[in-house]
């Protein structure tokens, strides 16, 4: 039997966050990297109305300057890690229920461009810890380059899952065949490029979102200086071409830069959670915006903005550094 990969907005039994624990990787911003991810850790928590989190931590040393930042209801755990990106090293989940299983595709750090040790043992610790069964994958897939409404329908990017970095071997048709057999996904919308400034290789969730099913989150440009003006264009256009989807406007933030570069920061690196949906904004005109725009599309959930320039200094954001645990 083909197991499915729920959707982001399916009942959680819990999530996973990582902890920034490298200096390096923060360009001497650190601190303000935790502050982000421990105030995202709080908001997905939401008081205990929320769903179970557990912040990986690399030690306990790192378990102690995190104790100090999260509310007592988080839950702290101590896991040996490389990066904090999860959504990308962690296990996924197919299936709901009695029937879960995790599935552990390789992870090759991106095309081998930031390889730290931990980050290849990460997503069968975690699916271990969680009573998980594990099916270890013979191919490489990280979470941030696809995302799902749980009818079997999936949106990614060429740039991303076609990058010869990852399976220069396989083909689209057999990577199409592969996301069938490993996430149950029966449907896929190839987008083109991914944002300017991504590290991942154009991540679909720095671009596109599903927001129900068969409706898809796409920014619309800020301004004419906004830098992926051009791909979001594409986007909606291949997304219109396809035709199984209705498009959602979404804000951009524009132009965004860190000491004098474009960073890839989005609004659409939004996670989903029980109670909430957490955005991430940047100090920027359409911070408001992007929260009211997700607020209406998520009823029955609070909105809440917080502030993610800390830890876009590494690379990602909130959706970045989590990983959920269906019920």
């Given at each position: 039997?083909?197991?499915?990969?729920?959707?982001?907005?399916?009942?959680?039994?819990?999530?996973w966050i990582?902890?920034?624990?490298?200096?390096?990787?923060?360009?001497?911003?650190?601190?303000?990297?935790?502050?982000?991810?421990?105030?995202?850790?709080?908001?997905v928590h939401d008081g205990g109305r929320g769903e179970?989190?557990?912040?990986?931590?690399?030690?306990?040393?790192?378990?102690?300057i995190a104790a100090g930042l999260v509310a007592a209801g988080v839950r702290i755990f101590v896991q040996p890690l490389g990066d904090i990106w999860l959504r990308d090293t962690g296990p996924i989940v197919a299936g709901t229920g009695a029937a879960r299983r995790a599935r552990n595709f390789q992870f090759n750090w991106w095309?081998?461009?930031?390889?730290?040790p931990g980050d290849r043992e990460?997503?069968?610790?975690?699916?271990?810890?969680?009573?998980?069964?594990?099916?270890?994958q013979d191919w490489v897939l990280e979470g941030g380059g696809i995302d799902v409404d749980g009818t079997?329908?999936?949106?990614?990017?060429?740039e991303c899952l076609l990058n010869l970095n990852r399976n220069p071997t396989l083909t689209r048709e057999d990577i199409a065949v592969r996301l069938h057999q490993s996430l149950g996904i029966e449907r896929l919308l190839w987008l083109g490029k991914g944002l300017i400034g991504d590290h991942t290789d154009g991540h679909v969730d720095n671009?596109?979102?599903?927001?129900?099913?068969g409706r898809l989150a796409i920014p619309v440009a800020a301004g004419d200086d906004d830098p992926n003006a051009e791909i979001y264009a594409d986007a909606r256009a291949r997304a219109a071409a396809f035709g199984e989807v209705e498009i959602i406007d979404l804000p951009s933030p524009g132009r965004v830069e860190l000491d004098g570069e474009i960073a890839a920061a989005s609004y659409m690196n939004f996670y989903i959670g029980n109670s909430v949906v957490v955005v991430p904004t940047y100090?920027?005109?359409?911070?408001?915006?992007?929260?009211?725009?997700?607020?209406?599309?998520?009823?029955g959930r609070r909105a809440m903005g917080v502030s993610a320039r800390g830890i876009l200094v590494g690379g990602g954001s909130f959706h970045c550094s989590s990983q959920q645990l269906p019920k």
């Amino acid at each position: 039997m083909t197991l499915r990969m729920p959707a982001e907005w399916a009942p959680h039994e819990a999530v996973w966050i990582g902890f920034p624990h490298l200096d390096a990787e923060w360009a001497g911003r650190i601190d303000a990297a935790r502050a982000d991810v421990a105030a995202f850790a709080n908001a997905v928590h939401d008081g205990g109305r929320g769903e179970e989190v557990r912040l990986v931590v690399n030690d306990e040393h790192q378990a102690g300057i995190a104790a100090g930042l999260v509310a007592a209801g988080v839950r702290i755990f101590v896991q040996p890690l490389g990066d904090i990106w999860l959504r990308d090293t962690g296990p996924i989940v197919a299936g709901t229920g009695a029937a879960r299983r995790a599935r552990n595709f390789q992870f090759n750090w991106w095309g081998e461009k930031f390889v730290m040790p931990g980050d290849r043992e990460i997503g069968a610790a975690l699916a271990h810890s969680g009573g998980l069964p594990v099916d270890d994958q013979d191919w490489v897939l990280e979470g941030g380059g696809i995302d799902v409404d749980g009818t079997g329908l999936c949106v990614t990017t060429e740039e991303c899952l076609l990058n010869l970095n990852r399976n220069p071997t396989l083909t689209r048709e057999d990577i199409a065949v592969r996301l069938h057999q490993s996430l149950g996904i029966e449907r896929l919308l190839w987008l083109g490029k991914g944002l300017i400034g991504d590290h991942t290789d154009g991540h679909v969730d720095n671009l596109a979102r599903f927001v129900g099913e068969g409706r898809l989150a796409i920014p619309v440009a800020a301004g004419d200086d906004d830098p992926n003006a051009e791909i979001y264009a594409d986007a909606r256009a291949r997304a219109a071409a396809f035709g199984e989807v209705e498009i959602i406007d979404l804000p951009s933030p524009g132009r965004v830069e860190l000491d004098g570069e474009i960073a890839a920061a989005s609004y659409m690196n939004f996670y989903i959670g029980n109670s909430v949906v957490v955005v991430p904004t940047y100090g920027v005109a359409n911070d408001a915006a992007a929260v009211d725009a997700l607020a209406a599309l998520f009823p029955g959930r609070r909105a809440m903005g917080v502030s993610a320039r800390g830890i876009l200094v590494g690379g990602g954001s909130f959706h970045c550094s989590s990983q959920q645990l269906p019920k």
